[in-house]
């Protein structure tokens, strides 16, 4: 079994800063990326930031320069700060993560249980 945690949520005015974090527990032999994703009431969830071995993170365009993902991979926790916030990044914010149970297996996907992120005018 797999867990993902996040924290770091909650209110915050325009312009304001929050730091989310997810950590990963379980059986876990290596994760090939982790991302951020976010849900506003009525919207589809989409992609915000992610981080995979290796390579560049990539962000959303709307996050662009506000935004920065990072990786602990000793701790298999990844970050997002959130800088600069606007009310539009009002919505709730899930953290995925691809990981391998053992090794030679294939990859699994898992979400964390999502934390709400409110950006006030």
């Known amino acids: 079994q797999v867990q993902l945690v996040e924290s770091g949520g909650g209110l915050v005015q325009a312009g304001g800063s929050l730091r989310l974090s997810c950590a990963a527990s379980?059986?876990?032999?290596?994760?090939?990326?982790m991302a951020w994703y976010r849900q506003a009431p009525g919207k589809q969830r989409d992609l915000v930031a992610d981080?995979?071995?290796?390579?560049?993170?990539n962000y959303a365009d709307s996050v662009k320069g506000r935004f920065t993902i990072s990786r602990d991979h000793a701790k298999n926790t990844v970050y997002l700060q959130m800088n600069s916030l606007k009310p539009d990044d009002t919505a709730v914010y899930y953290c995925?993560?691809?990981?391998?149970?053992?090794?030679?297996?294939?990859?699994?996907?898992?979400w964390g249980q999502g934390t709400q992120v409110t950006v006030s005018s």
């Open positions: 995925n993560a691809n990981i391998h149970p053992r090794r030679g297996a294939v990859y699994y996907s898992y």
């Open positions: 379980g059986s876990i032999f290596s994760i090939n990326a």
């Open positions: 981080i995979a071995s290796g390579s560049s993170p």
